[in-house]
């Protein structure tokens, strides 16, 4: 779980005209209409800085590439729009010594040629056409706006998500130096897309889910539902960060909900091995809502998805206890899921075991998350001795080395020197690096347990959430607006649909 732990921390601690000209140009060549049927894909890649800008996300951004089938028309936006300039950060060495000081003083360059745990480097994307900034969005939904084709299109974002200053509803998919885009303000977007026109998102940053509510107007819960046929699935909840931004090279060591979703669809993980594709409804192919369900299932991170369909009936089966949902008989949820939800309550059940497999289970999953907070993060305990043992090597190497934590505002040049300097000492002695090597095992194995315990945490809210979906539509479906009914069904229809399949 090394990999996971670093993603994991990374995640919680995380938090011009001639552009466009040449945007418009690009744009052009990339989403014209094709002469058949077609899909128009527009690509939303990269970190806002190249400090945030990790390996990772680039590798989504050339596996979503690679996946798109052959009659598509792709526009790509990644970072700056270059593949000069070093702005992937990766993580192309990690010694034994490396993870010592990773572990005691957080991870930071050093000034050994060919070994450090953090470098830039330019991105191998085979295509960009801009960079990830709000006049090239422009750009391409003007294209979009100009284009009279019915084709359907598929948007993906991969990067980060803010959190939002005055809600949930100013939650950001971050851009390249500049402020992110809103949910409302992809609304604006969206209303440049023909009406009939299916479109489908896919985001996976943090705080994505409050995306859910591009559905209404002005991606505003309190409004009408959005004039347009848009679906969309996201990593997490509004409050609630996503796995995925790591500098790690290593894509067999990914765990989030975007590995785990495009895996369900292609039959194949990031590294070519096969996955069994979910077809819950027996259709003979796998639609977007069952690679969802199968996430809820299978993904072992801290993600908690988010789907449209969650964000129409809160809206329109408004339930004011909690406590109501969770006491509905087990037998009765099961009764009112569809197949694929069906296999999804089971399947998570199954994977948490425990008080899941009993009839009380959504109680407990309620109980749970109101213990845990909606973050469901649980803290990782050090034991008195491993503190101790910790304080002693950290002050040992500080007094060798003062410069080794930037703590405190210091040069980050002398840092940089005094970590290659650590770097060599501890790698010229291994009996010191092989005491200071344990120390990091422990620590290691309280963070494991922390790690499990959160993902732990995550599947009991994915339980819960997915429980109260199926309540809420049971009485949905009790109800007698049959125009909100009607509405509700297109956009499980929607959902249910798969724009990547051949």
Known sequence: ???????????????????????????????????????????????????????????????????????????VMFG????????????????????????????????????TPIAYRPSSVSRIDAASKKSSIDAAFGRLEKDRSKDPVFLYFTGHGSRGRTGFDTNRYDLWREEGITP?????????????????????????????????????????????????????????????????????????????????ITGKDRVGRTVQMPDYNGNGWTGFDEAFYFSLIEDPSIDVPVVTSDAFLRKFVPVTDDNEVAATPWSDVLKWANPAQRAALVGMCEKIGGEALTEKRLEVALSEFRRRGRQGDAQTVYSAEVREELGRAVAQLSAQFPNLSRQGGGDPNLSRVDRGRAVQYLQANPDILAGYLKICDKLDAAQDAAEADAVRGARWIRLLRLGKSVVLEHRLREGKDRGIIKRFEALRKLESGNPLRS
Request: charged share 20%; with cysteine; glycine share 6%.
């Open 1 to 75: 779980m090394a990999m996971f732990k670093r993603l994991f921390q990374q995640k919680t601690t995380l938090r011009t005209a001639s552009l466009v000209a040449t945007i418009t140009a690009t744009a052009s060549l990339a989403i014209a209409a094709a002469s058949g049927p077609s899909l128009r894909v527009i690509i939303f890649g990269g970190g806002p800085t190249p400090e945030s800008n990790q390996v990772a996300i680039e590798n989504n951004v050339k596996w979503m590439m690679s996946i798109l089938p052959e009659w598509s028309n792709s526009f």
């Open 184 to 264: 409302a303000e992809l609304v604006t977007q969206l209303e440049k897309v023909k009406k009939g026109v299916p479109v489908t998102i896919l985001m996976v940053q943090c705080f994505s889910g409050a995306f859910a509510n591009v559905i209404f107007d002005g991606a505003n819960e309190q409004n009408e539902l959005l004039d347009r046929q848009v679906c969309g699935f996201f990593a997490a909840t509004p409050d609630r960060v996503a796995a995925g931004c790591t500098p790690e090279l290593n894509e067999a060591e990914y765990r989030d909900f975007s590995s785990t979703f495009l895996a369900a």
């Open 80 to 115: 700056d729009g270059t593949t000069t300039t070093e702005t992937v950060q990766i993580s192309p060495v990690r010694t034994t010594a490396h993870r010592v000081l990773a572990s005691f003083f957080g991870d930071a360059p050093t000034d050994v040629a060919k070994d």
